[in-house]
């Protein structure tokens, strides 16, 4: 089951660093990714013409996928927001999630748990892409006042609490990656079910063209995602297509949308059909 392994940092550099170290220890470049992807300042990338919610939006929403709200989605995109910088390893094998938490715990990553309980001692209740990114003076302020929370007896407290629990006080995180697992009710069909049902799609759609079926199997699944979603429920899919579009390319930068999109189309509309039967 493939998981994803995430690390916030507030250090670009730092984030840089321990992505150099997972591409130098054998880690694809596809399945490394760091966000933003190159280092700027953060007043100038809150004055930007691009709304922060577009830049970052698909890149979450490939993690955890198209739920409206997400509570650890709303974190990863507000450190975002507040000037930090996430990086994210994807990690098949269980060695190679622990190579990656290992190599990645050593770059100081910011506890994200704690700093989001922190924002909402604060007033935070969520992510808003209405808000715009914090410029670098409201930062700075930000992450003071935080440090000086970190000495509070409520901080403490809460820290002792959560060690108590066997809880990690700080480090990266590790989350299935969206979509790895049947998106409907077991009573619907078994994955053998779908797999002898999406190659027998797979061979009269794209047969003839020469490719394999291994090569479209993650559309399908993709696609049976969708229904059950809150979002998607009672979709259309002429409305939803440029949202599907974007977050596939952002997620799968090596497969194009205009070649997958009828297994995606396809995946969806199974689910669909057999919940309404």
């Known amino acids: ?3 994803t392994v995430i690390g916030v940092y507030d250090s670009y550099t730092q984030a840089q660093n321990a ?12 399945d490394v990714q760091l966000n933003p992807e190159q280092e700027m300042s953060v007043a100038a990338t809150a004055s930007g013409s691009e709304p922060h919610e577009s830049r970052i939006g698909h890149f979450f929403r490939s993690l955890f996928g198209m739920e ?22 994807n990690a098949e094998l269980d060695e190679q999630r622990d190579r990656a938490t290992e190599i990645m715990n050593r770059y100081d990553p910011v506890d994200i748990e704690e700093r989001s309980t922190f924002w909402r001692s604060q007033g935070w209740s969520g992510y ?8 670098e003076e409201d930062v700075l302020k930000e992450r003071a006042s935080y440090a000086q929370s970190r000495d509070s007896d409520s901080m403490v407290n ?9 809880q ?14 049947p998106a409907y009710d077991p009573s619907i069909g078994s994955i053998d079910d779908d797999d002898a049902d999406f190659r027998r799609h797979w061979q009269s759609a794209y047969g003839q063209s020469g490719g394999r079926y291994e090569d479209y199997d993650a559309a399908y699944r993709y696609g ?3 229904s059950a979603t809150e979002r998607f429920k009672s979709y259309r899919w002429e409305d939803v297509e440029p949202d599907l579009r974007n977050d596939w390319e952002s997620s799968h930068p090596g497969s194009t949308w205009d070649k997958v999109k009828d297994a995606v189309r396809y995946g969806a509309q199974r689910v669909k059909d057999s919940i309404r039967h």
Request: charged share 20%; proline share 6%.
């Open 224 to 226: 049976t995602t969708l």
């Open 68 to 89: 409206e709200k997400h509570p650890q989605r709303d974190a990863y995109m507000e450190a975002v927001r507040r000037g930090s910088c996430v990086l994210t390893v």
């Open 168 to 181: 990690p006080r700080a480090g990266v995180q590790v989350y299935q990656r969206a979509g790895e697992t």
């Open 19 to 30: 992505m150099n170290e997972l591409l130098s220890s054998g880690f694809a470049p596809d």
């Open 128 to 135: 808003d892409d209405s808000i715009p990114v914090m410029s």
């Open 158 to 166: 809460m820290q002792q609490n959560r060690g108590q629990a066997g």
């Open 1 to 3: 089951m493939g998981n």
